[in-house]
């Protein structure tokens, strides 16, 4: 089985959601069957690839940040998180309370210890962050792991 974790943005408009949505689909299609994706359930790309993955057979993973991570997210998101939070077979919850930058830059490393393969949704440009895309993308190459950049034709960032 082949771990697929993700990293992506978030605040996406509608027309980039559905490409990237199509785009992931597409890309999980070359590991079927038997994938495994490992996600934060974060709004925007984190929940796009946990929903394909569950879509087309796979197993999720949720790897939680915080204990107050559900909290940091837009309240219109909650519910799609919770779903998928009960989808998950596996969840990993880490030992921060809140939901900083530090405690999503040790999810995404604790994603990239199980990680055949990083998913990077990613327009290629710099972190607006400490802990953003960008610096997941560096850390994955900087272990090894190998990624993946969707960012389909088209695709815009808020």
């Known amino acids: 089985m082949v771990r ?7 605040g996406l408009p509608h027309q980039t959601v559905l490409l990237i949505d199509q785009a992931i689909r597409e890309a ?10 490992l996600s934060c359930l974060a709004d925007g ?4 690839f946990a929903r394909a993955v569950l879509d087309l057979g796979g197993k999720l993973e949720a ?4 204990k107050e991570y559900r909290d940091g997210l837009p309240s ?9 939070l009960s989808r998950a077979v596996h969840v990993h919850p880490l030992h921060f309370v809140e939901s900083t930058s530090e405690a999503h830059t040790a999810a995404s490393a604790r994603m990239l210890e199980d990680a055949d393969l990083l998913f990077a949704v990613w327009d290629g440009r710099p972190a607006r962050g400490y802990g953003g895309t960008a ?7 900087r272990r ?12 815009q960032r808020d």
Request: net charge negative; aromatic share 6%; charged share 20%.
């Open 63 to 66: 790897v939680i940040p915080a």
């Open 76 to 84: 219109e998101f909650h519910m799609a998180y919770d779903e998928l």
């Open 135 to 141: 610096d997941v993308v560096a850390e994955a190459r």
């Open 28 to 37: 999980l299609v070359d590991h079927l069957p038997g994938v495994a994706g």
């Open 45 to 48: 790309a984190d929940q796009i």
């Open 4 to 10: 697929i974790a993700v990293s992506g943005h978030r």
């Open 144 to 155: 090894g792991v190998p990624v993946r950049v969707i960012w389909p034709e088209g695709a």
